[in-house]
């Protein structure tokens, strides 16, 4: 089977093929190039051979310059998308490398969205409390996908190559996610696959009269000094308020119907306890960003405001509502810990991705960018 073509595309075309599948990354949305405006980015398309018409698949490339020279590192957050569990993957990725060359690159980064490893609530909860195994990636999943092995063994025989451990430029997605399955469930269902400490926190918002709104960009100033301010409390670094604005009128303004992007409020008596940037591709939902008052906390506007969004991705017709990134420590002393001991309240499952794979395309260049970004 010869290989397909591939040709930058429209906006509008890629979004139509985005709106038209089940699900697919946000990060590969054309609205999410406006977002990464300090990265030159394209509109891919895939076409079978001998039909110009067909569109197979669809990819947002984001190029970084290489410092000084005018040379690109080619990445595909949580992309391209395309029929993964297609026999022969290097009839789209053979194509990729020799237009990514073509456009500059030394090198290409791709994130397929493809899961190898599930673990449910209870066996994660279990490991932390055993103390025996520090690392998610060593405790026997519930569930072994087949197609992470597949997709694994033809990107080594196509020459790509996954990043060792903590090791390599970061452009970096997690490979370890925290999702809570949606699909043959109701409203009761969720809140009974709920721990007692999320199912008593949310009636204990609902009774102390915390109120979940839905807000718009007039809100994004409130939302960001409460971002910043949690930024503070759980010593990380924070984004600019204007990356903000940026984010929500290319999300919200996206060609078609390809994306829901929306920003909730969480008030307790007039005041601003929680907010969070909520967005659904198809059956896939997200938290993708969230901030809450270290005053009143008792109030438990957290755990309310993520009940509104599962229960409104729930009714979107959503399958799975994804709650991003954790890291892989079960350290009951690791301060990390507490975030995913957060998550699996929601009586969810951790997944484990394929992870992003490099190709080098001009090795000298690939490895001086790779010792360049370690150094920053």
Not at 76 to 95: C, F, K, M, Q
Not at 318 to 339: E, F, K, S
Request: proline share 7%; hydrophobic share 40%.
């Amino acid at each position: 089977m010869s290989d397909l073509s591939i040709r930058i595309i429209s906006a509008d075309e890629h979004a139509a093929f985005i709106a038209a599948r089940p699900s697919a990354s946000f990060l590969q949305t054309p609205g999410w190039a406006a977002v990464k405006s300090e990265w030159k980015a394209e509109s891919l398309g895939w076409y079978e051979p001998g039909n110009p018409a067909e569109l197979v698949g669809v990819g947002l490339v984001l190029y970084r310059q290489m410092p000084k020279v005018k040379r690109y590192l080619a990445y595909l957050p949580e992309g391209p998308v395309i029929d993964w569990d297609a026999i022969d993957l290097g009839r789209y990725l053979r194509p990729l490398a020799e237009h990514a060359a073509g456009q500059g690159a030394f090198g290409i980064r791709m994130g397929p969205p493809v899961p190898t490893r599930r673990w449910t609530a209870k066996t994660i909860k279990d490991a932390i409390a055993a103390g025996q195994q520090p690392r998610l990636r060593d405790v026997r999943p519930d569930v072994i996908e087949p197609s992470g092995a597949t997709v694994t063994n033809q990107l080594t025989a196509l020459g790509w190559k996954a990043p060792r451990t903590g090791e390599g430029f970061a452009a970096g997605q997690p490979q370890f996610v925290f999702q809570v399955p949606l699909a043959g469930y109701g409203p009761d269902d969720l809140l009974k696959n709920m721990n007692q400490l999320w199912r008593r926190n949310i009636k204990k918002a609902d009774k102390m009269g915390v109120e979940v709104s839905q807000g718009g960009p007039e809100d994004l100033k409130a939302f960001h000094q409460l971002y910043v301010e949690t930024a503070e409390r759980d010593h990380f670094t924070p984004r600019p308020l204007p990356y903000f604005e940026k984010m929500y009128a290319a999300m919200d303004n996206q060609p078609g119907e390809c994306c829901d992007f929306r920003l909730y409020n969480a008030h307790h008596e007039g005041d601003l306890v929680a907010s969070t940037i909520w967005i659904r591709v198809g059956g896939h939902s997200w938290y993708s960003y969230g901030a809450s008052s270290t005053a009143k906390r008792d109030v438990r506007g957290s755990n309310a405001i993520q009940w509104r969004m599962m229960s409104d991705a729930l009714a979107e017709g959503a399958t799975v509502y994804d709650l991003r990134g954790i890291t892989d420590t079960l350290d009951p002393n690791d301060p990390h810990v507490g975030l995913i001991q957060f998550k699996v309240g929601t009586g969810g499952e951790a997944v484990e991705y394929v992870g992003e794979w490099d190709l080098p395309l001009n090795k000298a260049l690939y490895t001086a960018f790779d010792l360049y970004m370690r150094r920053r």
